[in-house]
C-alpha cells in the first residue's frame, strides 16, 4: 500500500512564501508523474502543478510565475514552492502521484489527506 504524507501547511500573510513537501512510502516500485491540487471553501477541487519523472512541468493559470513544483525521486517526494501568496490561494493542497507498485502490477493513483494553507493578514 501506498501512502502520500503532505506537510508544511499554516498561515501566512499575503506577499509570502510556503514551501509544501509530500513524501511516498509503501510499496513502490516506480513513480510516474506527481501533482499538487487544491480545493478552497465553495470550490471545486482544481490542478495547481503536476510534473513527470523526467522533470516536465504543467501549472494551472493562476499560479504561473509564482509557484514551482519540483521532485526528489530518490526520496519519493514532491513539493510546492509557492511564492508571492494571495489571499485567492487560501485552499487545502492535496498530493497525488501515478505509482507503479511492483515490476508486473500497473500503475495506481495515491492521494495524501491535504494540508491546509491560509493566506491572511
Known amino acids: 500500500q501506498v501512502r502520500l504524507v503532505e506537510s508544511g501547511g499554516g498561515l501566512v500573510q499575503p506577499g509570502g512564501s510556503l514551501r509544501l513537501s509530500c513524501a511516498a512510502s509503501g510499496s513502490i516500485f516506480l513513480i510516474y508523474s506527481m501533482a499538487w491540487y487544491r480545493q478552497a471553501p465553495g470550490k471545486q477541487r482544481e490542478l495547481v502543478a503536476s510534473?513527470?519523472?523526467?522533470?516536465?512541468?504543467n501549472y494551472a493559470d493562476a499560479v504561473k510565475g509564482r509557484f514551482t513544483i519540483s521532485r526528489d525521486n530518490v526520496k519519493n517526494t514532491v513539493y510546492l514552492q509557492m511564492n508571492s501568496l494571495k489571499a485567492e490561494d487560501t485552499a487545502v493542497y492535496s498530493c497525488?502521484?501515478?505509482?507503479?507498485?511492483?515490476?508486473?502490477?500497473?500503475?495506481?493513483?495515491?492521494w495524501g489527506q491535504g494540508t491546509q494553507v491560509i493566506v491572511s493578514s
Open positions: 510534473i513527470t519523472r523526467t522533470g516536465s512541468t
Open positions: 497525488n502521484a501515478e505509482v507503479h507498485v511492483t515490476f508486473t502490477s500497473g500503475v495506481e493513483v495515491s
